[in-house]
């Protein structure tokens, strides 16, 4: 981000970018009656985001939980600081690789509450540490196999969060209630691993095969029935991944005012991956609608004929990845710092501003309309 | 929560002080029958609360200070609560005759509204459902209408996520639907509790909050929403859910508990059931209390059954179809549109047909269609 644009120029900025999301939306529905897209439209843009996007994603997370899981091994093998901060840098690479696939909550996300077990945040704030020592001082570490029926809070990446930064001195103490500790973190590192290999295989083949359904739809595809229908799931992520990191990320910690700010709010702070998360989540986002290789939900904006539009959500996203990238510290300390505050509400404002786009002009661009009362959950 | 004097003083003026009986005098007879009330959307981020007549005309507006959900129409007098869609809290009295806003009013700053609230049988008080959210507890708010909707108590809902609710023919027992959503404010639309809810349909005595019943699904079901209830003939509640699991997964989303006794799932045919996309966004039964209709936005579809057997009569499609209520004799309804279409449905011809002007561009028709008359 250039350091010398004035606030002013920013908040024109800003403001333009919310104007063109508004009136445009107004100016796309007035053209919804143009003909809908054919359904071959959207195969081509499925099969790419699958095979680039999706799949290459979750192979990247079954790695990172395979190798997190032999960290946690051998840090329990031999306790000592060099390999407690191992399995830390295990856990970041595996919290970036989630990073990269947590707006994909369809298919083998939602099966058997994957996607929750894994990472079950924000739900869980202020609960993970209970659950922990609950599962710790009780009936003893769930054993291999029943993990996955402990509560969501204690099976995840927040559980290992906890373990190892909040409480990681805990772990190399020489006693007994060391060694429950470390035999927990074995249960949720190989918890982890296997929830991550059962994502990755549920997408490529097995008895799912999820890749399939989505480049198969019909009338016996219990997914969906044309390709717009998983077009639709793809672009559901997008808008919801947008919308969580404004409403879940974002917005309660920053609060109305610096008064009102509330760090206590912000995600994984013992481990300080608040803002970090948020880049890797939108460039996870940004790359849904155009990757390196020029794939993605652009080619149908292109292909409709909406080059102002592409170029809009292409400078969208750059600003607001560089607006997040300008904080540069956790947003639990840049939300009471006066410097970094006003970016932490560009970004909110900025993040708002993109979800608006992709919910109005993109959504009517590739025919892909986002309901009044279809998302409500009322 | 605002209120402003003149608006007290009205509503005290028309409910309580002077009594009713004048209002209801002046009301009797001459009212306009087979209103229907629906909260909508303009397109320029303004909610308002419309009343339609049957041919799908707009006989009133008002303007909401927050997107609305659904409405309480009182047993005797032209006037309806419409409530604020979660996490909201404001309810709007409306004089639905005159399109007049009577009472304002807010649950405590510890709860909101969950959307839906019913009129006791004499119309004195109202139950409207409502999230304890710090306790992480659901509540049945009660709100006297002759003292501008003071909240003078309410029961446990004995459960997470009450959202719709109705009053059986006893007068007595309120039939609530136990979404087991846990939600708070501060996360507007995220659920907190998916892996471990418990949804179930409650039998709560008006009278003094007891449980007398309470009905729930198989555990395979566990994620399976109660969120919406019609009342078919004989006290039949019909609860209509919205599934959390997987979308691949073949579950029925509608059922039927004849009083005191256990839901029974439809067993309908699976493309019925796929039809609905996981998701039923209202439930209404006709005015013979025998046909119920059941609308999913994310379908784009409304589906019609029997209310005796559950069998599925017919399935229609209409995009983002949501609201939905009894019209016009037996097998009739009126359905509404988020993309602000009103049509029309005779269930034994299976004709649709589309009434009222062109909608304005941005005009969307919100979850629930309110009938006056019912």
């Given at each position: 981000?250039?350091?010398?644009?004035?606030?002013?120029?920013?908040?024109?900025?800003?403001?333009?970018?919310?104007?063109?999301?508004?009136?445009?939306?107004?100016?796309?529905?007035?053209?919804?009656?143009?003909?809908?897209?054919?359904?071959?439209?959207?195969?081509?843009?499925?099969?790419?985001?699958?095979?680039?996007?999706?799949?290459?994603?979750?192979?990247?997370?079954?790695?990172?939980?395979?190798?997190?899981?032999?960290?946690?091994?051998?840090?329990?093998?031999?306790?000592?600081?060099?390999?407690?901060?191992?399995?830390?840098?295990g856990f970041h690479a595996a919290m970036d690789a989630w990073m990269g696939v947590q707006h994909l909550r369809f298919g083998p996300a939602e099966l058997f509450s994957r996607a929750d077990r894994f990472y079950f945040w924000p739900q869980a704030r202020g609960k993970v540490g209970p659950a922990v020592e609950k599962l710790l001082a009780g009936g003893g570490i769930p054993a291999p196999g029943r993990m996955p029926t402990a509560s969501a809070a204690a099976q995840g990446l927040p559980a290992l969060e906890y373990l190892l930064f909040e409480r990681g001195a805990a772990l190399l103490r020489a006693d007994a209630a060391a060694k429950r500790?470390?035999?927990?973190?074995?249960?949720?590192?190989?918890?982890?691993?296997?929830?991550?290999?059962?994502?990755?295989?549920?997408?490529?083949?097995?008895?799912?095969?999820?890749?399939?359904?989505?480049?198969?739809?019909?009338?016996?595809?219990?997914?969906?029935?044309?390709?717009?229908?998983?077009?639709?799931?793809?672009?559901?992520?997008?808008?919801?991944?947008?919308?969580?990191?404004?409403?879940?990320?974002?917005?309660?910690?920053?609060?109305?005012?610096?008064?009102?700010?509330?760090?206590?709010?912000?995600?994984?702070?013992?481990?300080?991956?608040?803002?970090?998360?948020?880049?890797?989540?939108?460039?996870?986002?940004?790359?849904?609608?155009?990757?390196?290789?020029?794939?993605?939900?652009?080619?149908?904006?292109?292909?409709?004929?909406?080059?102002?539009?592409?170029?809009?959500?292409?400078?969208?996203?750059?600003?607001?990845?560089?607006?997040?990238?300008?904080?540069?510290?956790?947003?639990?300390?840049?939300?009471?710092?006066?410097?970094?505050?006003?970016?932490?509400?560009?970004?909110?404002?900025?993040?708002?501003?993109?979800?608006?786009?992709?919910?109005?002009?993109?959504?009517?661009?590739?025919?892909?309309?986002?309901?009044?009362?279809?998302?409500?959950?009322? | 929560m605002r209120s402003t004097v003149i608006e007290r003083r009205r509503a005290l003026a028309l409910l309580g002080a002077v009594g009713l009986a004048p209002w209801l005098s002046r009301t009797a007879g001459a009212g306009p029958r087979d209103i229907f009330l629906s909260a909508r959307a303009d397109g320029q981020g303004r909610y308002w609360f419309s009343g339609l007549d049957a041919e799908g005309g707009r006989r009133f507006y008002v303007v909401l200070p927050g997107r609305g959900h659904s409405a309480a129409t009182h047993p005797r007098l032209p006037l309806a609560v419409v409530f604020a869609r979660r996490p909201g809290r404001f309810a709007l009295a409306v004089d639905w005759r005159r399109g007049r806003v009577v009472a304002r009013f807010a649950p405590p700053e510890d709860r909101h509204f969950y959307g839906h609230g019913v009129f006791s049988p004499d119309g004195r008080l109202l139950y409207a459902c409502e999230n304890d959210f710090e306790a992480r507890r659901g509540a049945i708010g009660i709100y006297e209408t002759a003292r501008g909707f003071a909240r003078v108590g309410e029961w446990a809902s004995h459960g997470i996520g009450p959202h719709d609710l109705r009053l059986l023919s006893d007068g007595a027992t309120l039939a609530v639907a136990i979404g087991g959503i846990a939600t708070h404010p501060d996360l507007p639309r995220l659920k907190l509790n998916l892996p471990t809810m418990a949804s179930a349909l409650a039998l709560i005595d008006r009278r003094d909050g007891a449980l007398v019943g309470r009905h729930r699904l198989a555990p395979a079901f566990h994620k399976a929403s109660i969120r919406h209830l019609a009342l078919a003939r004989g006290d039949r509640i019909a609860v209509a859910m919205q599934y959390e699991g997987p979308a691949g997964?073949?579950?029925?989303?509608?059922?039927?508990?004849?009083?005191?006794?256990?839901?029974?799932?439809?067993?309908?045919?699976?493309?019925?059931?796929?039809?609905?996309?996981?998701?039923?966004?209202?439930?209404?039964?006709?005015?013979?209390?025998?046909?119920?209709?059941?609308?999913?936005?994310?379908?784009?579809?409304?589906?019609?059954?029997?209310?005796?057997?559950?069998?599925?009569?017919?399935?229609?499609?209409?995009?983002?179809?949501?609201?939905?209520?009894?019209?016009?004799?037996?097998?009739?309804?009126?359905?509404?549109?988020?993309?602000g279409g009103l049509f029309l449905i005779d269930v034994a011809r299976r004709r649709v047909a589309r009434i009222g002007p062109p909608p304005r561009a941005g005009l969307a028709w919100d979850n629930h269609l309110v009938p006056t008359g019912g």
């Amino acid at each position: 981000m250039r350091s010398d644009l004035g606030v002013g120029g920013l908040a024109r900025r800003l403001s333009l970018a919310l104007a063109l999301a508004l009136t445009l939306a107004l100016g796309a529905a007035a053209q919804a009656g143009a003909a809908a897209p054919p359904d071959a439209f959207y195969a081509a843009v499925n099969r790419h985001l699958v095979e680039r996007h999706v799949l290459p994603r979750f192979d990247r997370l079954r790695g990172a939980a395979r190798e997190l899981r032999s960290a946690g091994g051998a840090l329990c093998q031999a306790p000592g600081a060099g390999r407690l901060e191992d399995a830390r840098r295990g856990f970041h690479a595996a919290m970036d690789a989630w990073m990269g696939v947590q707006h994909l909550r369809f298919g083998p996300a939602e099966l058997f509450s994957r996607a929750d077990r894994f990472y079950f945040w924000p739900q869980a704030r202020g609960k993970v540490g209970p659950a922990v020592e609950k599962l710790l001082a009780g009936g003893g570490i769930p054993a291999p196999g029943r993990m996955p029926t402990a509560s969501a809070a204690a099976q995840g990446l927040p559980a290992l969060e906890y373990l190892l930064f909040e409480r990681g001195a805990a772990l190399l103490r020489a006693d007994a209630a060391a060694k429950r500790r470390c035999a927990l973190l074995l249960a949720v590192t190989r918890n982890i691993h296997a929830i991550a290999d059962g994502l990755a295989a549920d997408w490529a083949g097995g008895r799912v095969d999820f890749r399939r359904a989505m480049a198969s739809p019909g009338p016996a595809n219990l997914y969906y029935k044309t390709h717009k229908d998983a077009a639709a799931a793809l672009f559901q992520s997008l808008h919801d991944g947008l919308e969580a990191v404004a409403a879940s990320r974002i917005r309660p910690v920053l609060g109305a005012s610096p008064a009102a700010a509330r760090p206590r709010l912000a995600e994984q702070r013992a481990s300080g991956r608040s803002t970090r998360n948020i880049v890797s989540g939108l460039q996870a986002l940004a790359a849904m609608y155009r990757d390196k290789d020029g794939g993605g939900f652009t080619r149908l904006v292109r292909a409709r004929g909406e080059v102002k539009l592409d170029a809009l959500m292409h400078r969208a996203f750059g600003l607001t990845i560089a607006t997040a990238r300008s904080i540069g510290k956790p947003l639990e300390a840049a939300v009471r710092d006066e410097t970094l505050r006003p970016r932490v509400a560009k970004l909110l404002l900025q993040v708002r501003a993109l979800k608006q786009i992709v919910r109005t002009r993109l959504a009517t661009a590739i025919g892909l309309a986002v309901g009044f009362n279809a998302l409500d959950g009322d | 929560m605002r209120s402003t004097v003149i608006e007290r003083r009205r509503a005290l003026a028309l409910l309580g002080a002077v009594g009713l009986a004048p209002w209801l005098s002046r009301t009797a007879g001459a009212g306009p029958r087979d209103i229907f009330l629906s909260a909508r959307a303009d397109g320029q981020g303004r909610y308002w609360f419309s009343g339609l007549d049957a041919e799908g005309g707009r006989r009133f507006y008002v303007v909401l200070p927050g997107r609305g959900h659904s409405a309480a129409t009182h047993p005797r007098l032209p006037l309806a609560v419409v409530f604020a869609r979660r996490p909201g809290r404001f309810a709007l009295a409306v004089d639905w005759r005159r399109g007049r806003v009577v009472a304002r009013f807010a649950p405590p700053e510890d709860r909101h509204f969950y959307g839906h609230g019913v009129f006791s049988p004499d119309g004195r008080l109202l139950y409207a459902c409502e999230n304890d959210f710090e306790a992480r507890r659901g509540a049945i708010g009660i709100y006297e209408t002759a003292r501008g909707f003071a909240r003078v108590g309410e029961w446990a809902s004995h459960g997470i996520g009450p959202h719709d609710l109705r009053l059986l023919s006893d007068g007595a027992t309120l039939a609530v639907a136990i979404g087991g959503i846990a939600t708070h404010p501060d996360l507007p639309r995220l659920k907190l509790n998916l892996p471990t809810m418990a949804s179930a349909l409650a039998l709560i005595d008006r009278r003094d909050g007891a449980l007398v019943g309470r009905h729930r699904l198989a555990p395979a079901f566990h994620k399976a929403s109660i969120r919406h209830l019609a009342l078919a003939r004989g006290d039949r509640i019909a609860v209509a859910m919205q599934y959390e699991g997987p979308a691949g997964d073949l579950v029925p989303l509608l059922g039927v508990s004849e009083r005191g006794r256990p839901i029974r799932l439809f067993d309908a045919p699976a493309p019925a059931i796929r039809a609905l996309r996981q998701y039923c966004g209202s439930v209404a039964c006709d005015t013979a209390g025998a046909v119920i209709a059941a609308s999913s936005p994310r379908g784009n579809v409304l589906t019609f059954w029997e209310a005796e057997n559950g069998r599925h009569l017919f399935t229609t499609p209409v995009a983002d179809g949501c609201g939905v209520a009894a019209a016009g004799g037996p097998g009739r309804f009126l359905a509404s549109s988020g993309r602000g279409g009103l049509f029309l449905i005779d269930v034994a011809r299976r004709r649709v047909a589309r009434i009222g002007p062109p909608p304005r561009a941005g005009l969307a028709w919100d979850n629930h269609l309110v009938p006056t008359g019912g």
